[in-house]
């Protein structure tokens, strides 16, 4: 236990992490996350922004995503990811700004970062949460998230040590709209003098993988085993094609042999959280359930009025996918047409 | 170059499910597996032995049981096998799990490379790479899809991250957790097996390890599973009726009244 911390622990606090100066979107998601969770507590937001030089440029777009404070850090050693350098520099922040709750994103930064910390500090974490909330009666975090391939979930709590410190996973929390006019704090500190740097960061290169398309997509059709055939897959290409959208599949379709490994969207497939899901002949095992159940709209089309599915659906269509699908493409294609 | 690979024993998840009545898991027959992502740790360790020489030492905390996943390991071409196993261990989250895990590697104190998967498939956290090798003392690189270069006290290895790869160097001893692009695990030799049964595995209590009882079990583990329940998914959904051109009519209308088109 870190002397002297606990009694002093207040305030939310996020490291938003960057690469190359460009955050990843689950930092504005653990901006929105977190200002909730700080209303709530009747505390300040903060966010500690580490990175080479120049990085306070991009401390405003934290304020304007919902942060009242951003702590920023510029070393060289910094420039780039490796765990060294910014364990050594967040061990420091914690022991000066003392953080009720921190929150890192469930990335492969985060989820390299964050324990290793969390070790440091000989507090506890909570991996890859799909939902936080602050008990009333307590006043701590409820880190809530899926275990045994999101059969179970499971409410984890840190009790006495501080900070409590979770990762959350990417495309589930919510962000608030950016207001550039929000106002903020931003406060220089300088890294401790002596920061390790022992995994040498020699190169980084980009690439662009087609589950890309599939996480951003505002629209996703996805099919499960009721297409029957993997050449009935055409028809969910066609009605995302007209809606501007990308095509996924359920494990069960991946299982089969049907479609390839990136179009699973499920526990141990692709987090997504479109403004439209449409669910073609996949049943809602809860695998799948876990991994796009906090999209805005969810239709599920299915011949078997039974199908979980339809439990965390918005709109049901109950029948043959086979039918609807493409009577569904002819109708976006006339209302576009008309419109 | 001498390399220990950390396995755990898990249930195959797809099984697993609450008793209703006790709010706990129903753990009795659900069979048990080498966590599959440690399988590609052990895999690695296994062809850098044959490749560089030495010695692939696999390491396990659990209840006794643990040791037929540690035979398996042997039957993969592990060398040698040590359980920790002790009910003071019980209830371990994480952090204590990490604690004890790097208190055993010290014990055995000569190695170059420690192996993690990537995660285990019951508890999905990849946390206890990371925290044994701060406990170690050691740098760690997590989600390695491929060793470049190792030798003469440096690795270089690939790491995978969301949107490509990143080329990283580090000094060994270090700990690698990896992801199953790594390669192809092989099926158990014969010879493999017969050694797997003989062989004998080193179980130690947390008195060998010289533990400072605060740090393990229960009484070392900050987190604590308040609650544990079946997801519910409970919502109404509006069903649309007709044929399916007037379904597909329906539901554009309320696309549109919901201006998501």
């Not at chain 1, 700004?97 to 290793?116: C, V």
């Amino acid at each position: 236990m870190v002397e002297g911390i606990e009694e002093k622990a207040q305030g939310v606090w996020v490291f938003a992490e960057q690469r190359q100066g460009q955050f990843p979107s689950v930092v504005f998601e653990l901006l929105g996350a977190g200002r909730r969770l700080a209303e709530s507590k009747g505390e300040a937001l903060g966010a500690f922004l580490l990175g080479g030089r120049d990085i306070v440029n991009q401390a405003q777009a934290l304020i304007a995503g919902g942060a009242d404070r951003v702590v920023v850090v510029e070393d060289e050693a910094l420039a780039n990811f490796t765990d060294d350098p910014y364990v050594d520099t967040l061990e420091h922040l914690v022991k000066k700004y003392h953080p009720d709750i921190l929150l890192f994103g469930a990335t492969s930064t985060g989820r390299s970062l964050a324990p290793r910390l969390a070790a440091r500090l000989k507090t506890g974490l909570t991996a890859d949460c799909t939902g936080l909330e602050i008990d009333p009666e307590k006043g701590i975090l409820l880190q809530i998230r899926p275990a045994f391939g999101g059969n179970i979930m499971a409410t984890v709590v840190c009790q006495e040590r501080r900070p409590q410190m979770a990762t959350v996973r990417p495309r589930v929390m919510k962000r608030l709209p950016p207001d550039p006019n929000r106002t903020g704090e931003v406060i220089p500190e300088t890294a401790p003098s002596s920061l390790r740097r022992r995994v040498a960061f020699l190169d980084f290169v980009a690439e662009i993988r087609e589950t890309a398309n599939l996480e951003e997509a505002d629209v996703i059709v996805s099919g499960g085993r009721g297409m029957g055939d993997p050449k009935n897959f055409r028809l969910l290409e066609e009605l995302a094609r007209a809606l501007g959208g990308a095509v996924g599949a359920s494990r069960a379709a991946v299982d089969a042999g049907w479609v390839p490994y990136s179009y699973q969207v499920g526990q141990t497939g692709k987090t997504v959280s479109p403004k439209v899901y449409f669910a073609c002949g996949i049943s809602g095992a809860v695998q799948h359930l876990v991994g796009m159940k906090s999209s805005d709209i969810i239709v599920a089309i299915n011949k078997d009025p039974e199908a979980p599915i339809f439990k965390v659906a918005t709109y049901g269509l109950v029948g043959d996918v086979l039918e609807i699908v493409p009577a569904l493409t002819a109708e976006i294609k006339r209302w576009r047409g008309e419109s | 170059m001498k390399v220990i690979v950390a396995i755990k024993q898990v249930p195959d998840t797809a099984e697993v499910k609450i008793n209703p009545a006790t709010n706990t898991l129903i753990r009795d027959g659900v069979p048990s597996i080498i966590n599959p992502f440690d399988r590609y740790a052990l895999e690695e360790a296994v062809r850098i032995k044959e490749r560089l020489g030495g010695s692939v030492t696999v390491l396990s905390m659990g209840p006794e049981q643990v040791q037929e996943a540690l035979r398996e390991a042997i039957s993969l071409g592990a060398d040698e096998a040590i359980l920790l196993s002790d009910r003071a261990f019980a209830g371990s989250d994480t952090l204590a799990t990490s604690y004890a895990l790097a208190k055993a590697i010290a014990k055995i104190g000569d190695f170059d490379l420690l192996l993690f998967g990537k995660q285990a498939i019951d508890g999905d956290t990849g946390q206890v790479g990371p925290e044994v090798a701060e406990v170690l003392g050691l740098p760690h690189i997590t989600l390695v899809r491929k060793i470049v270069e190792l030798g003469d006290g440096r690795a270089r290895v690939e790491r995978l991250v969301e949107s490509g790869w990143e080329l990283l160097e580090t000094p060994l001893p270090a700990l690698f957790t990896v992801v199953k692009e790594i390669n192809e695990p092989r099926v158990p030799s014969v010879k493999g097996m017969l050694r797997a049964k003989k062989v004998m595995i080193t179980v130690w209590k947390a008195q060998d390890l010289g533990v400072e009882p605060g740090r393990i079990g229960l009484a070392g583990s900050p987190t604590r599973v308040a609650k544990i329940y079946t997801p519910v998914f409970d919502r109404e959904a509006e069903i649309l009726t007709g044929t399916p051109a007037e379904q597909a009519q329906a539901l554009l209308k309320k696309l549109a009244e919901n201006r998501v088109i």
